[in-house]
Structures are given as C-alpha cells and as structure tokens.
Nanobody
C-alpha cells in the first residue's frame, strides 16, 4: 500500500502564495511521476503539474509562470509552489503518484483564493 499525505492548503487573498506538500510512504519502490491535480466545484478534475523522477516537468497552461512543481526523491515528496494566486485557482488539490503501472491519490487539500 502507498499513502499520500498532503498539506499546505488554506485561504489566501488573490495575488498571494501557498506551498503544497505531498509525502508518499509505504510500498515505495520506483516512482515514475508525481503530480498535482485539482477539482473545482462542478468541474472535472484537471492536471495542474507533473514531474518525473528525472526532473522533467509539465504544467497546465493556466498555471504556467505562476506555479512551480519540485520533488525530493530521497524523501518521496513533491511540492507545489503557487504564486500570484487567482480566485479561479480555488479547488481541492490532489497529489498523485504513478509507480509500476499503478496510480495513487492523496485525500486532497482545499485551496481557497478570495478576491
């Protein structure tokens, strides 16, 4: 079993910053990709950013230039630095890892951006 524990969500004003963290534990062998997704009320879950074990990153167009994903392979932890936050970034943010053909999800952390 793999457990993902997210932290760092909260309430922030537009233009502010938050940093999300996600620590993976349990049966960790060889993580291929770690990432962040988000789901706003009434909308489908969408990709925010991913990072491979080799450090290759991918971002949704809506967050490019504002969000930065990074990882610590030794700690099996992935981070999401979110700057210049907008009200439309309000959502539940989910951590995700892919390992040996399996995908694991965290429980989600709420991010609310007030205008």
């Amino acid at each position: 079993q793999v457990q993902l524990v997210e932290s760092g969500g909260g309430l922030v004003q537009a233009g502010g910053s938050l940093r999300l963290s996600c620590a993976a534990s349990g049966s960790i062998f060889s993580i291929n990709t770690m990432g962040w997704y988000r789901q706003a009320p009434g909308k489908q879950r969408e990709l925010v950013a991913t990072i491979t074990s080799g450090g290759r990153t991918n971002y949704a167009d809506s967050v490019k230039g504002r969000f930065t994903i990074s990882g610590d392979n030794a700690k099996n932890t992935v981070y999401l630095q979110m700057n210049s936050l907008k009200p439309e970034d309000t959502a539940v943010y989910y951590c995700n890892i892919a390992q040996r053909g399996y995908v694991y999800w965290g429980q989600g952390t709420q991010v609310t951006v007030s205008s």
